[in-house]
Nanobody
């Protein structure tokens, strides 16, 4: 499966962005999905994950209550709605597909190319 993340950009603190991850090659409903991010000089960290049905979701403590992961299997797309953005949310955001809904990046076999999110203070 090929993944394409989009929706990043520059936003002021307190603003919102919605990231999308579109899949091609295979139907997205076959995969559990995750969003990860990596800021310059920092290790990649997990943000959120969702099971293939959408019934199970996980969030990093740092984004709980602000970010929402969702999916539309009919559109072969996974979303990450990001509200109340903070400068520390600035990073390249990646979507990933795997066979287990998990916050562990090594469990994901397929990765998109990333989309830059920059939050100004």
């Amino acid at each position: 499966v090929q993944l394409q993340a989009s929706g990043g950009g520059l936003v002021q603190a307190g603003g919102s962005l919605r990231l999308s991850c579109a899949a091609s090659g295979r139907t997205l409903s076959s995969y559990d999905m995750g969003w990860f991010r990596q800021a310059p000089g920092k290790e990649r960290e997990s943000v959120a994950a969702i099971s293939r049905s959408g019934a199970i979701t996980y969030y990093a403590d740092s984004v709980k209550g602000r970010f929402t992961i969702g999916r539309d299997n009919a559109k072969n797309t996974v979303y990450l709605q990001m509200n109340s953005l903070k400068p520390e949310d600035s990073a390249v955001y990646y979507c990933a597909a795997g066979n287990v809904p998990t916050m562990t990046s090594s469990r994901y076999a397929y990765w998109g190319q990333g989309t830059q999110v920059t939050v100004s203070s």
